[in-house]
């Protein structure tokens, strides 16, 4: 079999395809083949199950203690002698359970529908092809094709199979969905194409998934299925695994911490009981107890909750999150890989600047019109086979670049016409031109023809300069030739008008003609059109935030290298004084793994690739320790976005393969959402980080109290007194700590939030700085609860009694209150330490007011309401109890704005301060 089907003549390929021309394929040749080959669709991946999708939500780390925690719970509260003990680790279980099934049931909804990129490039398939099948032409499911069938193509056709040329007339292709060329390619059934060619560069061949623009055609079928361009591209998507997200990765570690700590608090609990002579089994129970009330059971909630909000707020801003960690990933972001077509332009080809004889003008700007202008306007105009409605909600019809013509025209107040359309003269690949002969009320008929400058320079005889038709003499085509030649290297499209008057006979006879070469000659040149896919609005500006953040914008593009480089130029993504900038697909293509890794830490511009050097770009950048994220719309970005830490797919002009293959999807098609993305996604972590370190920083202190009440009380009355109970520290977690973290994942973000850089992909959330915090915090409120519960404790220590059951209910109510203050105070200075408690920066969340001020009123409610009492073990305290709580929670934090100045006027003992 011939390899490099795009290299081989035409002749050649049909007979290693054993098809003959006229006749095709016998319809049991094509029955056999499709038994061979396959039917002519995309293989679907092995989905996962609803089922399995919901227990995997159940592999967290976090969520893995959590039933670690469930199962010794409720095995202590089945063993356990005593009906309160019982209750309290039942109550318990049944919270666990909650928190658990809630986390569960989020992330499935989550997921449940994140899997579908393959049924997505399924729904794009053409579902309907005309061929030739034992000699006759006929209409057949599209799946039914194989290759060697000859398949005929017409304008607005979708491309069912991969296939080479036979016949074309006018034929162009709209590749842009699968190479990110911006203009519908001209086909050419004689084109010389290299056996290394790239897809972008194979003009006498047509792909699968893409769209007849122009013209028809008539192709050989040469690939079918999953051996397509296409099917490559999906069988890449279901080869890729996603990778855990780096907030994944870092509650995975923070998982395991918890759990080895936790580990080793039953270790050291259980050591201190034997060692001070108690029983093994009432050690066993009390230290397990101590570590399941101890582990922050309500972390993954309150992470689930603050990723939600995330998602929420930034949905408002036309960001959609897909899944929940993304939110974070994307704040951790260190290079956007970005797609040009429709991205970081508009998708949209338009004409902005006009170039007469005499003059060049910007279309972009105010411009007044002259005769030149006029003329080169109606030309576009009427040599134009495109439609545009007059309503902004009506469908534009036809070929990109007519359809700019028709754009400008309609701009200028030049749209509507009085010219009647006699004939036309199409364009082909090898004139690269095309004619009309119109005529006007007066019965006077025209010539008007556009094509390619470089043509028509030649064709015309005659140019018009200020208003007169003059000779065509050499320097003046070498004039024009240079103007045309200053703009194209600009990465414009050029296209040049020309026109001239003929005699009614003249073109009454031409219709019965087939002789074009006398009523094109004689032209008279009137200028040409830049044209070229604009930068959206904004995008310039969002380039520059990026930069401004330390974030690394690179584009990666199927279109032409001056085209690229044009735009970003334009945009600000790079200098003009920056060398080696840019590189093409044919040189990704002979680099090694190695040498691409290095190349790209300084290459901003990448032309010309196909979807394998999309991946393969992502996966060195990867390499080289980045937090990639790429930006696509068409299938071919699919891959790349599946492989990158965040795929961000456009949700107007995106497919439904690049949206279903994404994380996030711009419902506004907005490369400056990314921007505002970003900002969301790094103070999200900020946030997140804050109540992480608020959440461990509270439960370090519970553990203080537990373990410091049960060591003192062991040697002071000669057993171990819990300060707590099992119930109350879980009332704590879940409930008084629980709303305040929620409410610090809602603080605004700081002032340098978008000026500093992304940070170290390697950082874990427990820094050095960090952990002192969180002992820093444990000891204060750990010694704190503790000198009131025992200053309540003071008759029983001076006569040496260990306090009755009904004795330790007031001490222990007054240590639980402490605890709740001190934790309160906590969420007030859990904030970077520049940002002391006391002015502005206490109004700065509102939530997290209303969220102390909540926590306290439920408090309040377990001191005062009797069933709660009951439930909690608890008792009333009243106004002396009170003033002893707040004179001993002002102190926390007298000694935390003392923190404060030193961080901000002692640079010496700026580590003691804070954990930032």
Not at 32 to 47: Q, V
Not at 97 to 111: P, W
Not at 247 to 254: A, H, S, T
Not at 776 to 782: A, D
Request: with cysteine.
């Amino acid at each position: 079999m011939v390899n490099n089907r795009h290299s081989v003549d035409t002749r050649t390929l049909m007979a290693d395809l054993g098809v003959k021309d006229d006749f095709g394929l016998s319809s049991e040749e094509a029955f056999r083949r499709i038994g061979k080959y396959g039917l002519n669709e995309l293989k679907k991946s092995d989905s996962k199950s609803p089922i399995t999708l919901f227990l995997e939500q159940f592999a967290d780390p976090l969520v893995v203690i959590l039933l670690v925690a469930l199962v010794i719970s409720i095995t202590i509260g089945i063993f356990s002698t005593h009906e309160d003990e019982k209750l309290e680790y039942f109550i318990d279980s049944a919270a666990i359970s909650v928190i658990v099934l809630f986390n569960a049931f989020f992330g499935f909804i989550q997921e449940y529908k994140a899997e579908k990129s393959i049924e997505a490039l399924k729904s794009m398939a053409a579902p309907f092809s005309t061929v030739v099948r034992d000699g006759k032409k006929v209409r057949i499911e599209a799946t039914q094709l194989v290759p060697g069938d000859i398949v005929f193509l017409e304008e607005g056709d979708k491309i069912p199979a991969d296939g080479r040329l036979l016949q074309s007339l006018a034929l162009r292709i709209d590749e842009s969905m699968l190479t990110g060329e911006s203009f519908p390619v001209a086909k050419n059934v004689n084109a010389n194409v290299s056996k290394d060619a790239q897809i972008a560069e194979m003009l006498n061949s047509v792909f699968s998934g893409t769209n007849v623009s122009r013209g028809r055609g008539q192709v050989i079928i040469t690939q079918t299925g999953m051996k397509t361009e296409f099917g490559k591209i999906a069988q890449g998507l279901m080869e890729d695994t996603k990778e855990e997200t780096p907030l994944q990765q870092r509650l995975g570690i923070l998982g395991k911490y918890i759990g080895v700590g936790s580990l080793a608090i039953c270790a050291v609990i259980f050591t201190i009981g034997i060692i001070l002579g108690r029983e093994a089994l009432e050690m066993f129970i009390v230290s397990v107890g101590l570590a399941v009330a101890a582990v922050p059971e309500g972390l993954p909630a309150v992470v689930t909750l603050s990723l939600a909000l995330g998602v929420q707020k930034m949905s408002k801003k036309n960001a959609i999150i897909r899944r929940l960690p993304s939110v974070e990933t994307l704040g951790s972001t260190t290079v956007i890989c970005s797609d040009k077509t429709g991205t970081l332009t508009m998708n949209k080809m338009t004409v902005r600047k006009i170039l007469t004889v005499d003059a060049e003008f910007d279309v972009t700007k105010k411009l007044k019109l002259n005769s030149a202008v006029n003329e080169l306007l109606v030309i576009g105009r009427e040599c134009n086979n495109a439609q545009i409605g007059e309503q902004r909600t009506e469908k534009a019809v036809g070929d990109p670049t007519e359809l700019a013509l028709l754009r400008v025209a309609k701009r200028l107040n030049l749209a509507k016409s009085s010219l009647e359309r006699v004939f036309e003269i199409p364009f082909d690949s090898d004139s690269k031109r095309m004619s009309v002969v119109v005529k006007d009320s007066s019965e006077i008929y025209s010539v008007l023809m556009k094509g390619a400058p470089d043509v028509l320079i030649t064709i015309c005889t005659h140019y018009l300069t200020n208003g007169k038709v003059k000779p065509l003499e050499e320097s003046a085509r070498v004039m024009l030739e240079e103007q045309e030649q200053k703009i194209a290297t600009l990465g414009y499209r050029m296209l040049g008008m020309a026109s001239k008057q003929i005699e009614k006979e003249q073109a009454e006879l031409h219709i019965f003609s087939e002789d074009n070469e006398e009523i094109e000659s004689g032209m008279i040149y009137i200028g040409a059109v830049a044209i070229m896919d604009p930068p959206r609005r904004g995008t310039k500006e969002a380039i520059a935030t990026c930069k401004q953040a330390g974030i690394r914008p690179i584009m990666i593009t199927g279109d032409h290298l001056k085209t690229a480089m044009a735009v970003a130029s334009e945009i600000g993504l790079i200098e003009e004084t920056e060398s080696n900038i840019a590189l093409e697909g044919h040189q990704l293509s002979k680099m090694s793994d190695s040498g691409l890794s290095e190349k790209v830490k300084e290459v901003n511009v990448f032309a010309r690739v196909s979807p394998e050097h999309k991946l393969r770009l992502v996966t060195a950048l990867k390499g080289n320790n980045q937090i990639v994220a790429m930006t696509g719309d068409g299938v071919n970005d699919a891959p790349a976005l599946k492989r990158a830490d965040i795929g961000v797919a456009m949700g107007i002009s995106g497919t439904d393969v690049s949206k279903e293959a994404s994380d996030m999807v711009l419902a506004d098609d907005d490369f400056s959402t990314i921007v505002s993305a970003i900002l969301e996604g790094r103070t999200i972590y900020d946030n997140m980080r804050k109540f992480i370190l608020y959440l461990l920083s509270c439960n370090a202190g519970e553990i203080m109290v537990m373990l410091l009440g049960m060591i003192l009380t062991s040697i002071l009355f000669q057993e171990p007194i819990l300060p707590l109970l099992a119930i109350q520290i879980l009332w704590v977690n879940l409930v008084t700590d629980g709303l305040p973290a929620l409410a610090l994942g809602l603080d605004p973000p700081d002032a340098d939030v978008m000026i500093r850089k992304p940070r170290d992909p390697d950082e874990q959330i427990l820094t050095k700085k960090s952990i002192y915090f969180i002992i820093y915090s444990g000891v204060m409120i750990g010694i704190g609860t503790l000198i009131l519960f025992f200053l309540y404790l003071w008759p029983n220590l001076v006569n040496g009694v260990a306090p009755t059951p009904e004795e330790i209910i007031y001490p222990r109510t007054i240590g639980f209150t402490m605890l709740i203050i001190f934790q309160m105070v906590m969420a007030l200075n859990i904030r970077k330490e520049e940002h002391s408690l006391i002015g502005k920066e206490f109004f700065r969340n509102p939530y997290l007011l209303l969220a102390i001020s909540s926590s306290i009123a439920l408090h309040l409610m377990i001191l005062y309401l009797h069933p709660l009492q009951i439930i909690f073990d608890t008792t009333g305290l009243g106004l002396l109890d009170w003033f002893v709580v707040i004179f001993v929670g002002s102190i926390l934090v007298l000694i935390d704005e003392i923190r404060t100045f030193l961080a901000k006027n002692v640079p010496q003992l700026h580590y003691l301060a804070g954990y930032w």
